[in-house]
């Protein structure tokens, strides 16, 4: 026994280790109930996206499956499709997905530890890493940031056997984790920056000079490698230019490469590292280009709302107060020792502490934060303190702190996972301080907010007929009672709800509510959701239209409250049955209608038709609504020879006739029709522009072409998009950017057609419940007409 334990004491260790830290988390999700909070219960949503794109038998299966999710990169969710399929879509999959990370990341930090120092730091740094609280919080949920640590952790384990971009295999293996890593999350570069700048420039003592060198060889590789061929791909004018460029800057790379140090197998290596990843990263981030863009300005701006600290010493003291909950305080207070010892010994590698430090300010320069972003340094702070631990190995009192530590990570990983939220814990301060003390609390929970009777309730009261969908709205943003849970449990069960949040129109297409007393969300949703739930419940004109269904009550010690559509017929509201009344309330109201507003309309006619039931007429409902007009503007497009047929269609009466508000409770089919000149657009794009360029819209061989030309730079820039537009009469419209040209280049379709060729479907959908019947398209070189006068 002694010959085996003095062989192998880190394997049967490391071993109890991930053992430890599965079956933890296999209880922990045995004996939760609880819904998952916001972001997990989106992550959930995303995966069962993947699920039904992958399933499909469409025509553009891999461009449905890269159109998915245009701001999370696919591999986390892909990943986890497989275990929620097998768990019947609950979260449980979730945790058996994080928990293959969470023991990536165990082996990865011990490896490193192993490399960097011996088995005793590596097995140190392995448990204290799987003990930190927040870790096992986020591995315990559907969230993206434990595969992220993982590839964060794997990515420096590989780099370190790369021996800086020398070792050909490991590079190789380095090179497909970074490609994996970005495929997780886009924010993975912050923590690889380090990596990669000590693997091109470190291994070596050079002088400044020196360094220079290398650092212009590497940009001549980059442009070489990435920026001209690319230019020559896309130039349409110039293209020999640059590959003249591209074979003497080839030349001279292979010339120079014994005289800026760098080895051939480095400069091969680092050509199939970038190729790797090309060809692992470019299909979703070149399809995702411009909604990433977007989607990571309004991300990052969403801290503004949620009030982020963005100024002064909070700004960069944000992440060092929030380790006291990610590690906990005793952890949190053993690693700064560790790293304050070690720093003065002068002990602590240079790629650790780049680790740590260069992320912590990036983050910290940003607007969004949150504790979860910061995660990717958790094992990079877990390996300073196993080093530091293995480091008293030959004091006296180094057995005491060893039974100390190894009992605070015991006690850390049994208090924060499963001492219970209840009545006695909740009640007595000292326990809820002593548990935070030693880190973020998120102990299982058997505890039923009412999801499923609630949409069971909802299915049983309407019994909607075959293909037909309710239209559920939730007016709460509380953590275990959001929208996100009742559309997930939906979609997992197949039932005819459409799940959907109130943006502007309250009331509008909307068969339930579901809202709660009491904390509703958030502070910055309360702003939001409050007004709303107030109105909803006091306004007459919701009061008349919606009734309190259902009464819930919740574990926090409300209730949830389920609203049915039930309107009463406004027989006693002044000139409700007057048809020409209601006629100009809609022409007052129809200029304020959000987005699809008529403004400045020059002739506006409101034709009413009544159903062949008198009855209908006091519940505002009508076989038909036409407005005609000679010009309006809608969404600031002017257009002409403007008229629009609503079919079957009913509106909330009361919020018409009293609040001067256009809501729709039902409308089965639009028929528009109308001219959009192209004089009109281009004199609102000359006042956009302000005299400094000129933007012209035309139509040839029946497509739209659009030529701009700006000055920049003392030279004048011209771009030019060719659009197309096919319509399958009654069914769908396909717009589709066939050509965007800027200057001398012609922009890859790749990059723009997500956001440009999107199909605009004339029947129902989940969300345009409507019939919009276009039967003719039309496009003339100055107009533009939609089902014109021959259209009947």
């Known amino acids: 026994m002694n010959k085996l334990w003095n062989q192998k004491p880190a394997f049967f260790f490391l071993t109890a280790i991930i053992l430890w830290m599965f079956l933890g988390n296999i209880v922990w999700a045995l004996l939760d109930r609880m819904p998952p909070p916001w972001d997990a219960s989106a992550h959930m949503h995303i995966a069962f996206k993947y699920w039904e794109a992958l399933r499909s038998d469409s025509a553009s299966w891999f461009y449905d499956i890269l159109s998915v999710e245009p701001f999370y990169p696919p591999l986390y969710h892909l990943s986890l499709v497989p275990f929620i399929w097998a768990m019947d ?20 930090v011990y490896g490193i530890g192993k ?3 011996d088995w005793r730091a590596g097995l140190w740094s392995a448990l204290i890493v799987a003990c930190y609280p927040f870790l096992m919080f986020a591995a315990r949920l559907a969230l993206i940031e434990s595969m992220l640590v993982a590839a964060v952790s794997v990515s420096y384990y590989c780099f370190i056997r790369s021996e800086y971009f020398e070792d050909r295999r490991w590079t190789f293996v380095f090179s497909l984790s970074i490609a994996l890593g970005m495929m997780v999350k886009w924010t993975f570069m912050f923590f690889l920056f380090p990596a990669m700048v000590f693997g091109l420039f470190g291994g070596k003592s050079f002088s400044f000079k020196h360094l220079t060198a290398q650092a212009l060889f590497y940009l001549g590789m980059l442009i070489g490698v990435l920026v001209l061929p690319f230019l020559i791909y896309i130039l349409e004018t110039g293209r020999w230019i640059a590959l003249t460029v591209e074979l003497f800057l080839i030349i001279a790379l292979i010339a120079g490469l014994s005289r800026v140090s760098i080895s051939v197998d480095k400069a091969f290596n680092l050509l199939v590292m970038v190729g790797s990843g090309l060809m692992i990263c470019f299909p979703w981030y070149a399809h995702t280009l411009f909604s990433l863009s977007k989607g990571s300005i309004k991300s990052n701006l969403s801290g503004l709302k949620e009030g982020d600290p963005t100024t002064g010493l909070d700004q960069w003291l944000y992440y060092l107060k929030i380790f006291k909950i990610e590690l906990g305080i005793p952890l949190m207070v053993l690693f700064f020792v560790a790293l304050a010892v070690m720093l003065w010994r002068r002990k602590v590698p240079w790629i650790l502490l780049v680790w740590m430090a260069v992320p912590y300010v990036i983050l910290s320069m940003l607007t969004n934060k949150d504790p979860r972003y910061i995660m990717p340094i958790l094992p990079g702070m877990a390996l ?7 480091s008293l190995r030959g004091l006296k009192f180094y057995r005491p702190i060893r039974a100390g530590v190894l009992s605070v990570c015991l006690v850390i990983f049994f208090a924060c996972s499963f001492i219970p939220w209840n009545e006695w814990t909740l009640s007595r301060p000292w326990v809820n301080s002593t548990i935070m003390f030693l880190g973020y609390w998120y102990p299982p929970s058997d505890q039923d907010w009412r999801i499923k009777q609630t949409l069971e309730d909802i299915l049983r009261e309407s019994n909607p007929a075959p293909g037909d969908a309710l239209i559920v709205r939730t007016l709460t943003n509380h953590r275990s009672y959001q929208r996100g849970i009742f559309r997930n449990y939906s979609e997992a069960n197949d039932l005819p709800i459409q799940m959907k949040s109130v943006k502007r129109n309250l009331g509008e297409f909307t068969d339930f509510f579901i809202t709660k007393e009491l904390n509703v969300g958030p502070s910055f949703s309360n702003e939001d ?33 389920v609203l049915k559509k039930n309107v009463k017929p406004a027989t006693t509201l002044d000139g409700a049955l007057d048809m020409e009344r209601v006629a100009e309330k809609l022409k007052k109201a129809l200029v304020d209608y959000p987005l699809y507003g008529f403004k400045k309309a020059r002739n506006l006619q409101i034709e ?35 008229e629009v047929v609503l079919s079957q269609v009913q509106i909330n009466l009361y919020d018409l006739l009293l609040n001067n508000n256009l809501i729709f409770f039902e409308l089965k089919r639009i028929r528009p029709r109308m001219t959009i000149e192209f004089k009109d657009l281009n004199a609102l794009a000359d006042k956009a522009m302000k005299g400094k360029g000129k933007a012209t819209l035309q139509g040839k061989d029946g497509k739209l072409v659009l030529n701009a030309s700006y000055p920049a730079g003392g030279m004048q820039l011209n771009a030019e998009a060719i659009i197309s537009l096919a319509l399958d009469p009654m069914s769908r419209l396909t717009p589709r950017l066939d050509r965007l040209a800027v200057g001398p280049a012609v922009i890859p379709r790749a990059f723009y057609r997500r956001d440009t060729d999107q199909e605009v479907a004339l029947t129902p959908t989940g969300g345009w419940p409507i019939y919009t019947d276009i039967a003719t398209l039309q496009v003339h070189s100055d107009r533009l007409e939609i089902n014109g006068k021959q259209f009947n």
């Open 89 to 108: 879509f609950n979260t449980d999959g979730a945790v058996l997905l994080n928990s293959l990370c969470l023991m990536a990341t165990i082996l990865s």
């Open 115 to 117: 490399e960097l120092f």
């Open 384 to 390: 300073v303190t196993g080093v530091f631990l293995t």
């Open 529 to 561: 959701i409050n007004p709303k739930r107030v109105r909803l419940t006091s306004d007459p004109a919701l009061v008349n239209t919606f009734e309190i269904f259902r009464e819930y009550p919740l574990p926090d010690k409300s209730n949830g409250l």
């Open 608 to 642: 009413i038709v009544p159903t062949n039931d008198p009855a209908d007429a006091a519940l505002g409902r009508y076989a038909s609504i036409t407005a005609r007009a000679d010009f309006l503007e809608i969404n600031k497009v002017p257009v002409r020879e403007f």
